[in-house]
């Protein structure tokens, strides 16, 4: 157990739907990150967190966006949703701002667009 | 734009067989470098991690990885494996552009 937990861990939607998939941190934290991993595009950085401000963008399309909250737990909205956005998503966490820092991942959600 | 490839996308050995497991980064310049590994069903964790000085880095669980900057490899090593190895490994690059950039992985199966 890493310490890092997501929920849900599956999540099954239709397409043009909205999710919100939540993560919070190891105690202590301050750091998120964001991944998505796909059978063609293997695992994508998304966006990072930092004590609630915005460090670093990946591929995260504008359909996409997240916020991490005061109390350090992020969440990753998607919207308008495609069959192409089935995938795995998952957080990580690290004590410090910079991604050279040992993150510690979440288990994941699945998520399922039909 | 920074890559990692890892052209061994699923390797298949038998038990106490050595392993090596490929990795190519693009990036000319200073990068820290890593390997991941995902058990079934479990999360991914750091097996090692090299950002300067020795290039041959120990892990956990009797991993090693050997950087060779005139290569730009960070290949992943392992003298005998065993059916808990079954995993899948991702070799991962950090280049100044505040991102981690993955490779797509390489599914490992140890048959006892």
């Known amino acids: 157990d890493s310490g890092v937990t997501q929920t849900p861990k599956h999540l099954i939607t239709a397409t043009g739907q909205r999710v919100t998939l939540r993560c919070s941190p190891r105690s202590g934290d301050l750091s998120v990150y964001w991944y998505q991993q796909s059978l063609d595009q293997g695992l994508q950085f998304l966006i990072h967190y930092y004590n609630g401000e915005e460090r670093a963008k990946g591929n995260i399309l504008e359909r996409f966006s997240a916020q991490q909250f005061p109390d350090l737990h992020s969440e990753l909205n998607l919207s308008s949703l495609e069959l192409g956005d089935s995938a795995l998503y998952f957080c990580?966490?690290?004590?410090?701002?910079?991604?050279?820092?040992?993150?510690?991942f979440g288990p994941g959600t699945r998520l399922t667009v039909l | 734009a920074q890559s990692v490839s890892q052209h061994n996308h699923h390797v298949i050995l038998s038990e106490a067989a050595s392993l090596e497991l490929g990795c190519n980064y693009s990036?000319?310049?200073?990068?820290?470098l890593f390997w991941y590994v995902q058990y079934p069903g479990q999360h991914l964790q750091l097996l090692l991690k090299?950002?300067?000085?020795?290039?041959l880095v120990k892990g956990i669980k009797g991993f090693e990885a050997e950087f060779i900057k005139s290569k730009f490899s960070f290949n992943l090593r392992k003298p005998s494996v065993q059916w808990s190895d079954t995993a899948e490994y991702f070799c991962a690059v950090f280049d100044n552009t505040d991102k981690l950039i993955f490779g797509t992985g390489t599914r490992l199966q140890v048959f006892p």
């Open positions: 990580a966490s690290s004590g410090f701002s910079q991604p050279t820092d040992t993150q510690y």
């Open positions: 990036y000319g310049g200073t990068v820290n």
């Open positions: 090299y950002f300067s000085g020795d290039p």
